[in-house]
């Protein structure tokens, strides 16, 4: 159950978050043993514990629904279960929040001399800095 969901944390949290080009850096320097000390930083507080919260997470709904299927319909095994989809639940949340806080350090701690992929973007178009010249347009209100 464990490495499945390290998988899939990593491929669908991760590395959408880091981009391509900064999550390469990173696995190259996994692989070669000469992570620099922000990457460190960068792994050990940010990407461990948002792997570990979702795995939980992920882990103890697994468990919760295998407990759900057992086909004894008891309260007791209904309470347990309820529990257990709410502490995958709450685990969830502790991820998502640490999710936020790598957002905000992709924005704070990536030098700005630094490729443009490596900062955290959102997706508002602001248009191409040409203005429209409203005298020109025939026949349009004002």
């Known amino acids: 159950y464990i490495k499945p969901n390290i998988i899939k944390c990593q491929d669908l949290i991760i590395r959408p978050l880091l981009g391509e080009v900064l999550w390469a850096q990173v696995i190259k320097e996994i692989k070669d043993g000469t992570i620099t000390e922000l990457h460190q930083e960068l792994i050990k507080e940010y990407l461990q ?19 759900k299927n057992q086909g004894t319909q008891d309260s007791d095994n209904d309470n347990r279960f309820d529990e257990l989809v709410r502490l995958s639940k709450k685990y969830l949340i502790d991820s998502d929040a640490y999710q936020s806080r790598l957002k905000q350090w992709m924005q704070l701690y990536t030098p700005i001399t630094v490729d443009c992929r490596y900062r955290y973007k959102n997706s508002i178009y602001l248009g191409t800095g040409t203005g429209i010249n409203y005298d020109e347009l025939p026949n349009q209100p004002r």
Do not use: W
């Open 49 to 67: 514990p948002i792997i570990a919260y979702y795995v939980m997470s992920e882990v103890i709904y697994n468990t919760a629904y295998k407990l």
